[in-house]
Every structure is written in structure tokens, then in C-alpha cells.
């Protein structure tokens, strides 16, 4: 009767069936809640019973007992909550608006669940007075940072696999079709043959690596620094200022390189392009963070440490530039793969991949064997 009667009803329809367990997975949700459970809820306890561990052997403070058993509950909480809820993102399928549902909720929830724990800057102040000066209000927007883009993930795979979830239903838009002989290089810059997720994830992980852990560390050095009286206190502060200017500098360019080598897929141009510059990229960021090859340190007014590691940083940034041979490879190996499937996303395992790329030749072979059939018949 709805279909009957509006086409947007059965649209909604559709959608809210989307929630009914028959599409769902239960082996795949049990995975799920696993590894929300030990992400969210066991290691943070490990976390909290070494803290509590190393507390006792120095005769902590009472004020700090007290904050890890707040901090206890809060991981039990919200680490229970993000379980259950992980269960049931991982029974949905990839492309359903159930799926995208509960993962927009523990992309989200995760956020207050950091934020909670800073125990409205008690815990700062706490830190403060037992140990030295650290803005955990700064450490928790560079997580922030990072943490909003498991909310773009969320969007990136059910766009990416919204067309796989919806095939063999009338909603499905028809795959539109290309011919192989007429495509160019230039083409493989085409928005269509770009996987959102991929590119975010990868986009994620650079700026993670590059920017956030990197900024992490001077963050906390300048903290320890702050305590300590001596007469290079102020060069050292310096020093990591200058390092974390660097990270940005060359960091945020990479994040956006990296996206775009991740968007597009093995064997095209537009991934090999990104992909060679960004190894480029990290060659100069490697030999600046490397200091040139060399460190100098004045150790006494009359003493001077120099220590000489060119060949050694040499070596690794040989290493590294390898990897634009990888890139070269892998441009070569996997386009006439990648054409010969109809210029399909990289979306999915590599299992998955090879057997959407095969079904689309057989179907191509099996179109071309009923063509001649029928032309002989003729």
C-alpha cells in the first residue's frame, strides 16, 4: 500500500527496515563489541590499575586516589555503553543507514567520553600541583582533532558502499558505463572512481603520525622543561617551537596529499601523482627532524658534544625514497587490472576487490559470447 501510494514512503520505508536484524550479523557483531570493548573499556582499566599500582608505592596524594576511582567509573560507564553500541555497528552492513546510525553515535560519544575524563580541569589542576604544568585542554583538541574524523569515516564508508547495500532493489542507480579504449590518464582524475572512506582513513593516519603525536610529545617536553632551572631552558623552549611550526608547515600539506592518494585507486595516475609527492615531502621532513645530520650540544661553558649520523640518516632517507619505486610498480601492475574491471573503486578487502573486477569481465565476456552467438545465428 505504500508503494502504492507515494514512491518517497517506500524510500522510508526502506530505510527504517533497515534496522531489522535479518540484515544483520551476529558473528561480525560479537567481533565488533570485542574490540570496542578492549579499546574502550579494557585497556583504559590496565591504564587505570598500573596508575593506581604506582600511586600507592609512592604514598600518593588522597585527592589522586580519589580522581582515578571517578575516572574508574567513567570508563565503566561509557566503556559499557560504547561495547553495546559497537555490537551493533559491527551486525549492520557497510551502506546501511543502521550502520551509519550507530556509528555516527560511538564516533560521537567517544568525543564526551575524552572529555569526561578531564573531570571538568581537576585533573589538570591535580597534575599540576604533584608533578608539573600540563594543558590537558590542549592535548584533548589535538584528540579532538583526530577524533573528528572517525565522524567523517562514518559518512565516507556509507557513501562508498551505499550502491553495493542498495543493489538488486529498485533504489539503485544504474552503474553508468565507460569504454575502456576511449579512457586517458587524464580521466583517472574523475570524482567517481574515488573511495571516501579510503582517503579519509589514510588522510587520519597522517595527520595522526605527522602532526598530532609529534605536537603530543613537544607539548609534554615543554611541560617537564617548565620544571626544571637551568640556562638553556629558554634555547630548548625554542627549539621545540620551531619543531612544532615544522610539523605543521609539512604536516597539514601531507594530511591533504594523503587523502587523495588514498581517494583513488591502485593503478591510477591521480593516486600515483599524491602518493610520489608526499614521499618527496617526507624526505625533507625527515632530514630537517634529523638535524641535518648532526648534533651539537654545549654540555659546559668549555665542553661542546658533537656527534656526526649523516651516513645513518642518509641510509634511511634511501630507504624511504624506495617507496616511490613501490608507487611506480604498483601504477604499472595494477592498471590493466583496474581497466580491465571497468575502473571500479578500491573499496572492500583485496579478496572482495578481484571478485567485483572478475564478475565485471564475465559479464563483459559473457555480453560479447551472446553477441556473437546472435550475429551468427543472423
Not at 47 to 53: D, E, K, R, V
Not at 129 to 140: H, K, Q, R, S, V
Not at 228 to 246: H, I, K, P
Not at 370 to 375: D, I, L, N, R
Amino acid at each position: 500500500m505504500l508503494r502504492y501510494r507515494d514512491r518517497d514512503m517506500v524510500v522510508v520505508a526502506v530505510n527504517v527496515g533497515e534496522f531489522s536484524w535479518k540484515n544483520a550479523n551476529l558473528n561480525k557483531g560479537i567481533i565488533s563489541a570485542a574490540l570496542h570493548g578492549v579499546k574502550y573499556l579494557v585497556l583504559p582499566l590496565v591504564l587505570i590499575m598500573f596508575a593506581s599500582t604506582a600511586l600507592s608505592n609512592f604514598d600518593a596524594p588522597r585527592a589522586i586516589e580519589t580522581m582515578l576511582l571517578e575516572i574508574q567509573t567513567l570508563v565503566l560507564i561509557f566503556g559499557a555503553v560504547l561495547l553495546v553500541l559497537g555490537f551493533f555497528k559491527g551486525a549492520y552492513p557497510k551502506g546501511s543507514y543502521s550502520r551509519l546510525s550507530f556509528g555516527m553515535t560511538v564516533a560521537v560519544l567517544a568525543i564526551f567520553y575524552a572529555f569526561s575524563l578531564l573531570l571538568d580541569g581537576r585533573l589538570e589542576k591535580e597534575f599540576a600541583d604533584t608533578l608539573f604544568e600540563l594543558d590537558l585542554d590542549l592535548l584533548f583538541a589535538l584528540y579532538f582533532i583526530g577524533a573528528a574524523f572517525n565522524i567523517l569515516v562514518q559518512f565516507g564508508e556509507f557513501i562508498d558502499h551505499r550502491r553495493t547495500w542498495m543493489e538488486g532493489t529498485e533504489h539503485a542507480a544504474p552503474r553508468e558505463k565507460e569504454d575502456p579504449n576511449e579512457h586517458r590518464w587524464i580521466h583517472d582524475f574523475r570524482i567517481r572512481y574515488g573511495s571516501l572512506i579510503n582517503g579519509l582513513k589514510l588522510s587520519k593516519r597522517t595527520l595522526v603520525g605527522f602532526v598530532i603525536i609529534p605536537l603530543v610529545f613537544v607539548i609534554i617536553l615543554k611541560a617537564a622543561f617548565s620544571s626544571l632551572d637551568f640556562e638553556q631552558l629558554d634555547q630548548l623552549t625554542s627549539s621545540l617551537d620551531q619543531v612544532s611550526t615544522f610539523m605543521l608547515v609539512l604536516g597539514l600539506p601531507l594530511t591533504a596529499l594523503a587523502f587523495f592518494k588514498g581517494f583513488y585507486p591502485r593503478g591510477s595516475v591521480s593516486r600515483f601523482i599524491p602518493a610520489v609527492t608526499m614521499v618527496l615531502i617526507s624526505l625533507y621532513w625527515i632530514w630537517v627532524l634529523g638535524l641535518e645530520g648532526e648534533m651539537v650540544l654545549d654540555v659546559m661553558d668549555s665542553i661542546t658534544f658533537s656527534l656526526d649520523y649523516s651516513a645513518l640518516l642518509f641510509l634511511i632517507m634511501c630507504g624511504t625514497a624506495i617507496w616511490i619505486v613501490y608507487y611506480a610498480l604498483e601504477l604499472w601492475l595494477h592498471r590493466p587490472e583496474w581497466k580491465e574491471g571497468g575502473f571500479q573503486k578500491d573499496i572492500g578487502k583485496k579478496k572482495e576487490r578481484r571478485k567485483r573486477r572478475k564478475d565485471k569481465i564475465d559479464e563483459a565476456e559473457g555480453i560479447e559470447t551472446a553477441t556473437s552467438v546472435v550475429e551468427n545465428d543472423l
